[in-house]
C-alpha cells in the first residue's frame, strides 16, 4: 500500500516536471503575440492620428476665424454707437478713395480728412496700415508706429489685427535694417501677446517670423 502511495507521488511529480516546459513556452508565445498586437494597435492609432491631423488643424483655423471675426463685428458695433449711419459711410468713401487712388494728392488729403474726423473707428485703423504697408524707409515706420500706438485694436473682416500685423511689418523692417534687437523685441510680443493673429491669408503671424 504504501509503495503504490509513493509511486503514486512519484508519478504526478514526473508528470509536473514534463509539463512545465510546456505551460512555459505557451506564456511565452502568448505574451510575444500580446506584444505584436500591441503594437499593431498603436501603429493603427498612429496612422489615425495623422489622417484626423489635417481635420484638427481645420477645424482649429475655422475656430480662430469665427472668434477674429466676431472681435471685427464688435469694433464695429462700438463705432455704430458713436456715430451715425451717415458718418460712417462717408469714413468709408474716404477710405476708398485712399485705397483706389494711392499715390494721389486726392488720396493723401482724402487720408487726412479720415484721420481727422475719424480718428478712434475701426476703418482708420485699416487706412493706416494699408497706408504704412504702401509707403517706404522711415516714413513707413512712422506709420507702423502709429498702427501700434493708435489703431492696435482695429481689425479687418478677414481678422487681421491691425497692431499685431503692424509689429511683424515693422520687426521685419527693423530685421531688414540691421536692428536686430528692435526686430527681436517685436517678434517676441506677437508670440507672447499675439499667438493667434493672423496676415490676409489666414496665416499665423508666429509662423512668418524671420529669425536670422
Known amino acids: ?13 514526473v508528470i509536473a516536471a514534463t509539463s512545465l516546459p510546456v505551460c512555459a513556452q505557451n506564456a511565452v508565445d502568448e505574451l ?4 505584436a498586437r500591441v503594437a499593431q494597435l498603436e ?26 471675426r466676431e472681435k471685427f463685428e464688435k469694433k464695429m458695433a462700438q463705432d455704430q454707437a458713436k ?8 469714413a468709408e468713401q474716404l477710405y476708398q478713395v485712399a485705397n483706389q487712388k494711392w499715390g494721389t494728392p486726392e488720396a493723401a ?17 485699416c487706412a493706416m ?10 516714413q513707413r515706420a512712422k506709420y507702423l508706429r502709429d498702427c501700434i500706438e493708435k489703431f492696435n485694436e482695429c481689425f479687418y473682416g478677414d481678422g487681421v489685427q491691425v497692431g499685431a500685423y503692424a509689429r511683424l511689418l515693422l520687426a521685419d523692417y527693423w ?5 536686430k534687437e528692435n526686430a527681436e523685441t517685436l517678434y517676441s510680443e506677437i508670440k507672447s ?20
Open 175 to 179: 530685421q531688414s535694417k540691421g536692428e
Open 109 to 125: 488729403e482724402s487720408l487726412q480728412t479720415m484721420i481727422k474726423k475719424y480718428p478712434d473707428i475701426n476703418r482708420t485703423g
Open 1 to 13: 500500500m504504501r509503495n503504490t502511495v509513493l509511486f503514486r507521488i512519484f508519478l504526478f511529480a
Open 83 to 90: 456715430y451715425s449711419g451717415e458718418q460712417l459711410r462717408e
Open 32 to 35: 510575444a503575440q500580446l506584444k
Open 193 to 212: 501677446q499675439y499667438p493667434n493673429a493672423v496676415d490676409h491669408g489666414g496665416n499665423l503671424l508666429i509662423n512668418g517670423i524671420k529669425t536670422p
Open 43 to 68: 501603429k493603427q492609432v498612429q496612422e489615425m492620428s495623422k489622417l484626423l491631423e489635417p481635420i484638427r488643424a481645420q477645424q482649429g483655423t475655422e475656430t480662430r476665424r469665427r472668434a477674429l
Open 129 to 138: 496700415l494699408y497706408v504704412a504697408q504702401r509707403s517706404e524707409g522711415e
